[in-house]
């Protein structure tokens, strides 16, 4: 008896729910992705294999890094209220008069290296001319100028004066290649004002076996 030979056809699979899908999915992770705000002043921090999570709230960050071949320290703070009632005390410190405008700015601005002095120049520009390499000189803390004592001194007076139930945690982000005695310069800074808990920001790290 003959084989009857079954004629064969290519099986095929209807990709277009599949289509609708992954472009659904790539519009959700465009929408709601945030860009990274460029820093001005970049660091690559220290490996570790420890994680801790740094508070959200009630957190200052000095960074500590090099940039043009000069040392520079940036200060930068989580709470806009904190930014704006630290930005008021320091003016009046150093007899800088800020604008209510300017004020609110300001309090949008998270981290800045500029002496106070400065300061106006640098709320006046946009935040991707603000954030150019080497425009801001880092924040004085020489003997004659220190004026990143009178910072972290004035953020907490700020953080009293609004009533915060927490004291201010601080974090120092320094560069892996930035030589000790210049975080040692910061960590100097905030024992003399008796802040002896602080926090070392690190990268992370595979750990190994």
Do not use: H
């Not at 460029?38 to 490996?47: F, N, Q």
């Not at 609110?104 to 981290?111: K, R, S, V, Y």
């Not at 120092?172 to 960590?187: F, H, L, S, T, V």
Request: hydrophobic residues 40%; proline residues 5%; aromatic residues 8%.
């Amino acid at each position: 008896m003959a084989k009857i030979k079954m004629s064969k056809k290519a099986a095929s699979i209807d990709m277009t729910a599949m289509c609708d899908v992954a472009f659904l999915l790539l519009t959700f992770f465009i929408l709601t992705a945030t860009a990274k705000t460029p820093e001005p002043l970049p660091v690559e921090t220290p490996a570790s294999t420890v994680e801790v999570k740094l508070p959200e709230t009630g957190l200052v960050t000095l960074t500590v890094g090099k940039s043009e071949g000069k040392d520079k320290v940036f200060f930068g703070m989580k709470d806009r209220d904190v930014r704006e009632k630290t930005l008021e005390l320091m003016g009046n410190k150093y007899g800088v008069k800020f604008t209510p405008e300017e004020s609110a700015q300001f309090a949008l601005i998270d981290e800045f290296g500029v002496p106070i002095q400065a300061l106006k120049q640098i709320i006046a520009m946009k935040g991707a001319e603000r954030n150019k390499a080497g425009l801001q000189p880092g924040i004085p803390m020489d003997s004659l100028d220190n004026q990143l004592k009178d910072w972290i001194y004035t953020a907490r007076q700020a953080n009293i004066e609004l009533g915060k139930e927490k004291d201010l945690d601080f974090a120092i982000r320094g560069d892996a290649k930035q030589e000790y005695p210049n975080i040692k310069k910061i960590m100097d800074i905030l024992q003399d004002q008796k802040i002896n808990s602080f926090n070392l920001v690190t990268g992370t790290r595979g750990k190994n076996y």
